[in-house]
């Protein structure tokens, strides 16, 4: 069957590389980087939040949140990024890219400043006040991810549009830095500033009153690279892929892509028009619903493989946080809390998180943008998942032997290698794949249902195993705790799910070097010997820069 597409489309699909490809890579990626750091520059203050509100007076160490109030600070933004990923998904296919994706910035610098004013006169009404704007900072956070990679993937060409993406998602990797390097900064400064000596030297002078505003400002310092993208992504027009194909005005498409590709493209008609000789068209695959007969068949195996495999991988990749602890430990990067100071501690678990950051988050991004559009994303994402498996089965099985301190740097080298194949992995290909295989009326939607599912799968990792990792013997459980399998089982578990992840990645096609229209058929369907076409007039002319 012969298909036509728009050409608007082709001339997106043709496009060379331009200086605006890496502007909507700055512009999408800085909203990434913002996410990263709300989201990961908690876990920077729980020691200190700890101290500051829960030290019991003559207590022979320093206090620490307890378990139900940790659970709480930690998780509720995730929470409120899974509700954030379903709604904003939904509305970025129904009213449009451009026009949610200023929402979610606002929500997320106001929320963030809010994180910081965080009141109360008791710790219960700060955590409670805490929770509260952190949720709906997650909720924030939750839309950008379907709207950036849906935007990223509908603007790149089809050439290097993996690795676009990928650099998108890539700008978590310099959250997370800035992160730890704002914390490192700030607790610093008040540490030279505040001196106090360590917990077990003089209880109340180790924690300086002012180290209330060092949490307050790290919160808050999220706020500033959000509100800097703002002008530019309400400068952004809306994607063309969208313009013309759910609103189906080909013109503007074609004006708003002439403006920032430097691509001349004319439509004489003002709107798409469709072929349609009979009523019984109008039910075309081109205009199935999300849960329709048509889409289960077309793409609801797509939608079972990208959201299963993003809920496997992030139940791997979060619960990986359980064993942090015993590696900072290990290696003398965090000693114990009674020889430090509250200041002092802030810094040396910034400087831990900072330093695994630097080995084993960032190397695995940029690995994926530079070999995604030459390997494609099933393979990266298989290999991932296989190294996964192969690592943690690998810390597992001898768990004893590595916890030996000859063998320590053993430890962190397989740890650190089972970041850099999550990251040269699905932690990139599951936000990649979903952004490119569903139809453009469905897409930020499908993501968005990806995305959540990645984000259920986070909170059974952070907290599920949490409880799971516990030793079985009562004495040896952290404070609150009950007991629970064991860090070895609890590897082995993780191992399972790994494998599992590899073989749910065959549900998914494989889209390197595909453009998007191909991948999803919007532009061209055949029902019953019947043929749908959606395309511009024939006197539609494009030319492109020499």
């Known amino acids: 069957m012969a298909r036509e597409q728009l050409g608007v489309l082709k001339a997106l699909d043709a496009a060379k590389t331009q200086w605006y490809h890496f502007t909507a890579i700055l512009v999408a990626g800085m909203g990434f980087f913002t996410d990263a750091y709300d989201l990961f520059c908690i876990s920077l203050v729980t020691k200190l939040l700890g101290r500051i509100y829960y030290t019991v007076p003559g207590s022979l160490k320093p206090g620490t949140l307890p378990p139900n109030v940790a659970n709480a600070v930690n998780g509720v933004a995730f929470c409120g990024t899974l509700a954030g990923q379903l709604f904003f998904g939904w509305l970025g296919d129904k009213l449009g890219r451009k026009r949610v994706y200023g929402i979610t910035l606002i929500l997320m610098v106001v929320c963030a400043l809010a994180s910081g004013l965080s009141f109360g006169h008791s710790a219960k009404g700060v955590m409670a006040t805490l929770c509260f704007f952190r949720f709906w900072l997650g909720f924030g956070i939750g839309g950008d991810y379907p709207l950036s990679a849906t935007i990223m993937s509908e603007y790149a060409n089809k050439k290097t549009r993996g690795a676009f993406i990928a650099a998108v998602f890539a700008m978590q990797g310099f959250g997370n830095l800035t992160g730890g390097i704002v914390a490192l900064i700030v607790s610093s400064a008040f540490d030279h500033a505040y001196k106090g000596p360590a917990y077990n030297i003089n209880p109340a002078a180790s924690l300086p009153p002012q180290a209330d505003y060092v949490w307050r400002i790290i919160l808050m310092f999220g706020a500033i690279p959000a509100a800097l993208t703002y002008y530019w992504r309400m400068k952004m027009p809306e994607t063309a892929r969208y313009t013309a194909l ?18 001349d493209l004319q439509a004489e008609s003002e709107q798409v028009r469709t072929d349609i000789e009979s009523p019984a068209q109008e039910t075309s695959k081109n205009s199935f619903g999300l849960f329709s007969k048509q889409f289960m068949k077309r793409h609801g195996r797509h939608l079972v493989g990208t959201t299963v495999c993003w809920f496997l991988l992030d139940i791997a990749f979060y619960s990986q946080n359980l064993f942090q602890k015993d590696i900072f430990s290990a290696i003398g990067w965090i000693p114990a809390a009674p020889t430090m100071s509250a200041l002092k501690e802030a810094f040396t678990v910034a400087r831990a998180q900072t330093l695994i950051v630097l080995c084993g988050l960032i190397p695995g991004y940029w690995f994926t943008v530079a070999f995604i559009d030459y390997l494609g994303r099933r393979t990266i994402q298989i290999m991932g998942f296989f190294f996964m498996t192969v690592f943690m089965f690998a810390l597992a099985i001898p768990y004893h032997h590595w916890t030996l301190s000859e063998n ?10 089972t970041f850099f194949f999550a990251n040269f992995g699905p932690n990139a290909t599951t936000f990649i794949i979903p952004a490119e295989i569903f139809p453009a009326r469905l897409r930020s939607t499908c993501h968005g249902i990806s995305a959540a599912a990645g984000k259920a799968g986070a909170i059974v990792g952070a907290f599920g195993f949490l409880y799971a990792a516990q030793s079985t013997n009562p004495a040896k459980t952290d404070a609150g705790y009950p007991t629970g399998i064991g860090m070895r089982n609890s590897l082995i578990a993780l191992g399972c799910i790994n494998f599992f992840g590899m073989l749910f990645t065959f549900l998914v096609p494989e889209s390197k070097g595909k453009s998007l229209e191909e991948l999803t058929g919007e532009i061209d369907e055949e029902e019953n010997g019947q043929t749908l076409e959606l395309r511009v007039s024939s006197s539609t002319r494009r030319t492109f820069p020499v």
């Open 246 to 263: 759910v609103a189906k005005d080909a013109k503007l498409a074609a004006q708003d892509m002439s403006k920032v590709l430097q691509v």
């Open 408 to 417: 320590r740097i053993g430890f962190v080298v397989m740890y650190s290698l």
